[in-house]
C-alpha cells in the first residue's frame, strides 16, 4: 500500500511538472527588471532610460544577442509549437544604413563564431547553408545582399540555417480596413509589431504598425518547416541578433512576449511600452554649398546674438551724470527694478494716477525679499530734472509714521521711477468709492483722518524743511496691513527753507481740492490745509468733491455740507453706509473740514491746531454756516451776511452769497 501511495506521488509530481513546463511563458512591456532572465552578448545591452533593449549601436561590424536565460523544452507528449509576439525599432546610422535584425530560435545561445554584415550574427561562411548550424530565424533585412538572393533592402524572410531565405516579401501588412496590403519601411525609426506563430509544420510571419491589431492575413506562410530536425532535439532557446557591417543602424526591441502556443501567448500592453531614442542619421555635409550656407546661418546667428545684445543693453540703459554720484545709494538699477515687476507685468499693475502708473515689485537684498511699489513717471526734458531729483533725496530723509516711505529712484531716458514701500491695502479711495471692496467703519475712518493730519503737521513744522504737499486726497492716502492711513504720492510736492516764500506760483492739484487763492498767491501750507478739509468732508460723506452728475444743490461737497448745516441736519451729509458712529464725532469733524476748507487763507487752521481738534485735546472755534467764508467756493458777488452771528472775524461772503460759479473759474487748471 505504501508503495502505490509512493508511486502515486511520484506521478502526481511528474504531471506538474510536465504542465509547468507545458505553459512555458513570459511577457516584457519593457526591459528594465529583466536583466538577470536574458543572455545578453556582444553590443546587446539594456539602456537605464525606459528599459529599451539595444541589439547594436553606430558601431561597424558589430554583433548583439539578447536570448530567454532559459531554455523552452518540449517533453514527447506534447508538440512542438510556439508564438511569439514583439515590437522593433530600427533607426538609421547614415547613409546608406543596415544590416537587419532577427528572431531566431536556436539550439545554443554561443553565436561566438557568427559574422556581423549580411549574416546578422547568427550565420559564418563557413555555417551557412550548413545543417550543422540548426538555426530558424525569422529576418527584418534593411541592406540588399544579392549573393543571398536578396530581394530588396526592404524586406522580411524565413531562414533555416542560412542566410539565405527559404520564403521572403518585401515589408508590408494587410489591412484589414482597407482590404490589401500596405507597406512599411522597416528602417523608418517607427515601432513595428512582429508575430511568429508555428504549429505543426507551419510557420506564419504577421507585422503591423504599432497602433493596428494583428492582421487576419500573415504575411509569410510556410509549410514545409520542421522545427524538430532542424534544431535535431526537442529544447530550444529563443531570442533576438543583430549586426552591422560597413553600414550601421540602431535596433531596439520595445517589447517581447512568448508563449509555447497561441491561445496562451499573453498581450503586450502597447500603452507601457518606452520610446525608441532618437538619434540624427545625416552625415555632415562637405559640399562648398553647404559650407556656405552654413558660414551664411552662422553669419546671421551672430548677428541676431548681437542684436540681442543691443536690445539687452538698450533695455536697462540708464541715465547717469555726475551730481547724482552723491545720491548713489537710493539709485536702484533699472534692471533690478525691471526684474523686480516681472519686466512692468500687467499682472503687478497696482494703478494708475495723475502722476504715473504704479507697479508692485519684489526686490531682493542682502537674502532678504522686500515688496516695493515702482512708480514709473515719464518726462518730455531734463530742466529742472536735477532740482526734481535732489527734492526727492530730501523728501527720503523724512521719517514719520504716517508717511509712505520713499527708498530710492531711477532715473532710465525719458521716464523716471520711484521705489517706496508697498502698502498691501491699497489707496483709501477705493474704499469709499468703489463697490467691490468693503466699507470702512467710522472709527477706522476717524483714525485713518488723524494719521494723515499727524503727517501733515510733520511736514509743515517738523521737518528739516517746511514740505508743501500739494495733493491730498484719499488716492493719494495708501492703507498698510494694519489699515493705518498713509500719505503718499510727493511727485507735486515742493520743500523750501522756514521763513521763506516757495518761490513756485504754478496752480497745481487736483480739481475740487485746489484752494481758490492758488492762482494769485501760489501754494502755502494754507493751501495743504484747504485740501485736507476738502479731504475731511470727503471721507466722512463718501463723495466726491465735484460730482458734476448731481443737481447743483448737491454738485459741490463743500457747498453741499454747508446748506445741510443750515438745515439743521448735519448729521445727514456723513455716508449712509455707515450704520455705527458717534453723532458728536462725525459733527466735530464735518464742522472742522469747512472750516479748514475757509475761502480765506487766514481763517483756516494751522494742521497742529487740527491735529488737535480731531483728538479732542482743543475745542473747536464757535463759527456758523453763515460766518464768512464758511461753504464759500470763491466769491462772485457779495451780499450783506445775517447780522448778530458771532463769527470769525473773515472778509469774504458767505454760504447764502448769490454766486455763479463755472468749472474753470473754480479750479483752474489741475494736474
Not at 22 to 43: I, K
Not at 147 to 159: A, F, M, R, W
Not at 354 to 371: M, N, P, Q
Request: proline residues 5%.
Amino acid at each position: 500500500m505504501i508503495r502505490g501511495m509512493l508511486l502515486g506521488i511520484i506521478w502526481m509530481i511528474y504531471c506538474v511538472c510536465s504542465s509547468f513546463q507545458q505553459e512555458t511563458r513570459f511577457v516584457y512591456n519593457n526591459f528594465g527588471q529583466a536583466g538577470n532572465q536574458l543572455h545578453l552578448d556582444g553590443g546587446a545591452r539594456i539602456l537605464p532610460r525606459g528599459g529599451v533593449l539595444q541589439l547594436t549601436n553606430a558601431t561597424l561590424r558589430q554583433m548583439g544577442h539578447a536570448f530567454f536565460q532559459q531554455p523552452i523544452d518540449y517533453i514527447s507528449s506534447e508538440s512542438v509549437s510556439f508564438s511569439t509576439h514583439f515590437v522593433s525599432a530600427l533607426l538609421p546610422a547614415g547613409e546608406p544604413s543596415g544590416h537587419g535584425m532577427a528572431f531566431v530560435v536556436s539550439h545554443s545561445t554561443d553565436f561566438s563564431h557568427a559574422e556581423a554584415t549580411r549574416y546578422l550574427g547568427v550565420f559564418n561562411t563557413s555555417s551557412n547553408g550548413s545543417i550543422s548550424t540548426r538555426v530558424l530565424a525569422v529576418e527584418l533585412d534593411t541592406s540588399l545582399a544579392p549573393e543571398l538572393g536578396d530581394i530588396s533592402d526592404n524586406h522580411v524572410g524565413i531562414d533555416v540555417n542560412s542566410a539565405e531565405s527559404v520564403l521572403s516579401v518585401n515589408a508590408s501588412y494587410f489591412s484589414d480596413k482597407k482590404g490589401r496590403m500596405i507597406d512599411i519601411k522597416l528602417l523608418s525609426g517607427d515601432p513595428i509589431q512582429v508575430w511568429v506563430d508555428y504549429e505543426g509544420t507551419t510557420l506564419n510571419v504577421s507585422m503591423a504598425p504599432i497602433d493596428n491589431q494583428k492582421p487576419s492575413r500573415p504575411l509569410l506562410s510556410s509549410t514545409s518547416i520542421n522545427l524538430t530536425k532542424i534544431l535535431q532535439g526537442r529544447r530550444m532557446f529563443v531570442g533576438f541578433s543583430g549586426a552591422t557591417g560597413s553600414i550601421m543602424s540602431y535596433q531596439y526591441i520595445l517589447g517581447w512576449s512568448f508563449s509555447k502556443s497561441m491561445a496562451s501567448l499573453q498581450n503586450i500592453d502597447i500603452s507601457k511600452l518606452p520610446k525608441a531614442p532618437r538619434t540624427s542619421s545625416k552625415k555632415k555635409p562637405t559640399s562648398l554649398v553647404l559650407d556656405a550656407l552654413l558660414g551664411l546661418i552662422a553669419f546671421l546667428v551672430l548677428g541676431l546674438l548681437i542684436g540681442a545684445y543691443l536690445y539687452r543693453r538698450n533695455l536697462y540703459a540708464e541715465v547717469r551724470e555726475e551730481w547724482e554720484k552723491e545720491y548713489g545709494p537710493l539709485r536702484y538699477s533699472y534692471k533690478s527694478l525691471y526684474k523686480a515687476t516681472k519686466g512692468f507685468s500687467r499682472n503687478e499693475f497696482l494703478g494708475r494716477g495723475g502722476f504715473g502708473e504704479v507697479y508692485k515689485g519684489t526686490l531682493s537684498r542682502s537674502r532678504e525679499l522686500r515688496e516695493v511699489a515702482v512708480k514709473r513717471v515719464s518726462h518730455d526734458g531734463e530742466e529742472g530734472m536735477k532740482q526734481f531729483v535732489a527734492e526727492i533725496v530730501c523728501m527720503r530723509s523724512l521719517k514719520h509714521r504716517s508717511l509712505v516711505p520713499l527708498l530710492g529712484y531711477c532715473r532710465r531716458k525719458h521716464e523716471l521711477l520711484l521705489v517706496s514701500e508697498y502698502m498691501p491695502n491699497g489707496s483709501l479711495d477705493h474704499y469709499l468709492f468703489s463697490h467691490e471692496r468693503s466699507t470702512l467703519p467710522w472709527w477706522r475712518r476717524l483714525a485713518i483722518l488723524k494719521d494723515i493730519a499727524s503727517a501733515l503737521s510733520y511736514l509743515h513744522t517738523e521737518a528739516d524743511q517746511v514740505v508743501i504737499h500739494r495733493d491730498i486726497k484719499a488716492a493719494n492716502v495708501m492703507l498698510d496691513a494694519e489699515f493705518n492711513g498713509r500719505l503718499g504720492d510727493f511727485g507735486m510736492s515742493r520743500l523750501y527753507d522756514r521763513g521763506v516764500d516757495p518761490t513756485t506760483t504754478a496752480a497745481v492739484g487736483t480739481v475740487g481740492y485746489m484752494a481758490p487763492e492758488l492762482t494769485t498767491m501760489g501754494p502755502s501750507t494754507g493751501t495743504d490745509v484747504y485740501a485736507f478739509g476738502v479731504f475731511l468732508l470727503e471721507v466722512t460723506c463718501g463723495r466726491r468733491p465735484v460730482e458734476p452728475g448731481l443737481s447743483a444743490a448737491k454738485r459741490f461737497l463743500v457747498k453741499w455740507v454747508c446748506e445741510c448745516w443750515k438745515r439743521s441736519s448735519l448729521i445727514d451729509a456723513r455716508d449712509p453706509r455707515l450704520t455705527e458712529f458717534s453723532s458728536q464725532e462725525v459733527e466735530r469733524v464735518l464742522k472742522l473740514g469747512l472750516l479748514c476748507a475757509n475761502l480765506a487763507p487766514d481763517a483756516r487752521p494751522s494742521m497742529e491746531q487740527v491735529v488737535q481738534y480731531l483728538n479732542g485735546n482743543l475745542a473747536l472755534p464757535e463759527f456758523w454756516p453763515y460766518s464768512p467764508g464758511i461753504g464759500v467756493l470763491t466769491p462772485m458777488a457779495l451780499s450783506p451776511a445775517p447780522p448778530a452771528i458771532p463769527s470769525l472775524s473773515l472778509s469774504s461772503s458767505s454760504c447764502n452769497s448769490s454766486m455763479f460759479i463755472t468749472h474753470s473759474v473754480l479750479y483752474g487748471s489741475g494736474r
